[in-house]
């Protein structure tokens, strides 16, 4: 079979994974996908009610400054949350098909991305609505969107792996990901916190990421380089990473599921 | 009385066997799942401490954990209880469609597993309390029907929610976004006056605010808020409580079909 042939097969399956997944996921449910956007609503919804209220003091923009935050974390927690389970859950697929394992993780991160851009939906009226600096900075976001994409890879791969041989896996990182929610600025200003914790913030992969959205997309500001370091080398160990631990361990996991 | 006896006994064992076999389903009840969900409101506590201790404690004394633990404790139960019952029906399907266990037993099994959870993760709080020098005063027993009342109006609520879930499964959405606005409305980390009047007025008519209020005042303050709170919360559990066991009765036979 040709190259070409081969990739086109493997976007096929991948393709067909995310819609099975999706169907199931809102099987019963009357709005189906459509909660993708109405969640992301509601949120603004409650930003411009109750946060802004407490949190706004002097952060311009407050909504478009919350809201990309919002979107860009609420898209890696699903994503890796989602992803922990996935070898588990498609236990008999695995045993019974020869179809790459990591295809199962891909589509998880899929779907959660997905999700995303749906929520973007409401988010670009808030980027007009509060007026937002549109510039040529804009070029920039796919280039972050698509790293962050292979960085929420390469944790999925690692974490679909480690639940497989830890149960425990699974309340661990569903608390790592409350606790990080407060630690990437999300919804208050990186200079409110004290000193420590701002150097912690600072040296986090998702704040970068999130940093440099939120600059270029609602303020058209740069961003220094140091949070383009960040940002390269934390995606580069981590999707590097997640492929190694995943090729090297997704031929014991089928025994031990 | 002797089959009210054994009555009671029967129930008693199907609740443990229910818990027995969520325990072997749910990994959350790995040694370490069940110690994590014990913590949960002290990891909440300890991060939110250390993230607004700057921004958004006012007040001259170094309360501001067990402010916060406070809320936390009785803000998870309230979440954890209601979500437990949401799936409590639709999650048996099996069991509702080939055994004539009672309807109200799936309820309960759940509540009966966070309940425990919560009294639990008081030794927690106790701890806390002790750390920070707070001895214990005769208004602390008030506490005990604060959280019985809380309780019933976790019942009801979530008794109404199962059947709910039952009939629209989009409850499930709707309800995780309800929550996150019961967290910013429960004023867990700030004083609510840190609101503007009119938001300000609405969170006081919020029964989980509600709880939460009255139980702060009592351990950090030692004082016994207005009337009308009580009140409020009275009302609030006896209405949530029979109001969700007369929609709970009502419906909870039709279920199945629908399933």
Redesign the interface.
């Given at each position: 079979m040709s190259r070409i042939e081969e990739i086109k097969q493997y976007f096929f399956v991948l393709w067909e994974l995310t819609k099975r997944e999706l169907k199931r996921k809102y099987a019963?449910?009357?709005?189906g996908i459509l909660?993708s956007s109405?969640?992301p609503l509601?949120?603004m919804i409650?930003v411009v009610?109750?946060?802004s209220?407490?949190f706004d003091k002097g952060i311009d923009r407050y909504p478009a400054y919350y809201f990309v935050g919002f979107l860009m974390y609420e898209f890696f927690s699903t994503a890796t949350q989602t992803s922990l389970t996935t070898l588990k859950d498609n236990r008999d697929l695995l045993i019974k098909s020869k179809l790459p394992r990591e295809l199962l993780v891909l589509s998880r991160v899929l779907i959660a991305f997905v999700n995303f851009l749906l929520g973007c939906l409401p988010f670009a009226l808030v980027l007009v609505w509060y007026e937002a600096e549109f510039s040529a900075y804009y070029a920039y976001v796919p280039i972050i969107l698509l790293l962050f994409l292979l960085f929420t890879t390469g944790v999925s791969y690692m974490l679909s792996i480690w639940y497989v041989f830890r149960?425990?896996a699974?309340?661990?990182w569903s608390?790592f990901v409350?606790?990080m929610r407060?630690?990437i600025a999300l919804f208050?200003h990186i200079s409110?916190?004290?000193d420590g914790?701002q150097w912690f913030i600072r040296h986090n992969p998702i704040y970068g990421f999130i940093y440099a959205c939120r600059n270029y997309l609602v303020y058209g500001n740069s961003v220094s380089s140091f949070y383009w370091m960040t940002i390269g080398v934390w995606t580069a160990i981590v999707f590097l990473m997640g492929f190694l631990v995943f090729r090297k361990y997704e031929n014991d996991v089928v025994v031990r599921l | 009385m002797n089959t009210f006896i054994q009555n009671i006994k029967q129930n008693m064992f199907a609740i443990h066997q229910l818990t027995e076999r969520d325990k072997r389903r749910e990994n959350s009840a790995t040694f370490l799942g069940e110690l994590w969900e014990i913590l949960n409101p002290l990891i909440l506590t300890v991060v939110m401490f250390l993230v607004f201790g700057n921004m958004l404690w006012t007040e001259a004394s170094d309360d501001y954990p067990i402010f916060i633990l406070t809320g936390t404790t009785l803000f998870s139960y309230f979440t954890q209880g209601t979500s437990a019952c949401l799936v409590s029906l639709v999650g048996n399907k099996n069991l509702l469609i080939k055994s004539k266990l009672r309807r109200n037993i799936y309820v309960t099994q759940k509540i009966a597993l966070v309940f425990r959870n919560f009294l639990l993760s008081l030794f927690v709080y106790a701890f806390l309390l002790a750390w920070n020098h707070h001895t214990p005063n005769i208004s602390w027993v008030l506490v005990i029907v604060d959280i019985t009342f809380f309780s019933a109006m976790i019942i009801g609520i979530g008794k109404i929610l199962a059947v709910a879930n039952v009939f629209f499964a989009d409850t499930t959405y709707f309800y995780r976004i309800f929550t996150v606005f019961l967290l910013y409305g429960s004023a867990l980390f700030f004083d609510a006056s840190r609101y503007p009047a009119i938001i300000k007025d609405i969170i006081m008519i919020n029964p989980v605010y509600d709880a939460i209020y009255i139980a702060r005042e009592l351990i950090l303050h030692n004082q016994i808020v207005p009337t009308i709170y009580w009140c409020m919360l009275f009302f609030y559990a006896i209405v949530l409580y029979f109001v969700g066991a007369l929609i709970f009765n009502k419906y909870s036979d039709d279920v199945v079909a629908n399933l």
């Open positions: 019963r449910s009357f709005f909660w109405i969640y509601f949120r409650l009610l109750l946060f209220t407490i149960r425990d699974k309340n661990f608390n409350m606790i407060f630690f208050y409110w916190v004290s914790v | -």
